[in-house]
Nanobody, 126 residues
Framework: QVQLVESGGGSVQPGGSLRLSCSASGTTYSSYCMGWFRQTPGKEREGVATIRTSDGSTDYADSVKGRFTISRANAKNTLYLQMNSLKPEDTAMYYC???????????????????WGQGTQVTVSS
């Protein structure tokens, strides 16, 4: 079965950078969409960035545009999220997700994604 494993989280100061990685295994075919979501206690899981695997089209939440970059290595089933200029409000558990439902935008609600990793914690504080 499909398994997603995130890594790269940690604690950084405001303005710092982190790069998250997500390794996928257990499937022959690439998902249609891959994305990063985040969640803090008491808040609903929200989409951060997504990428459509067919053409590499990306989408970002307004709050992270210009600071975060999502990318995917085709040679390996690996998804990345480069996070720069981190802010305290970026503090959250970050999850990697994949969805095999084809068609349309990958900017989908979290509950529409099929598979999830265990999450990696990102903490931004001074």
């Amino acid at each position: 079965q499909v398994q997603l494993v995130e890594s790269g989280g940690g604690s950084v100061q405001p303005g710092g950078s982190l790069r998250l990685s997500c390794s996928a295994s257990g499937t022959t075919y690439s998902s249609y969409c891959m994305g990063w979501f985040r969640q803090t206690p008491g808040k609903e899981r929200e989409g951060v960035a997504t990428i459509r695997t067919s053409d590499g089209s990306t989408d970002y939440a307004d709050s992270v545009k210009g600071r975060f970059t999502i990318s995917r290595a085709n040679a390996k089933n690996t998804l990345y999220l480069q996070m720069n200029s981190l802010k305290p409000e970026d503090t959250a558990m970050y999850y990697c997700a994949a969805d095999w439902r084809a068609g349309g935008s990958c900017r989908r609600a979290f509950y529409d994604y099929d598979y999830w990793g265990q999450g990696t914690q990102v903490t931004v504080s001074s």
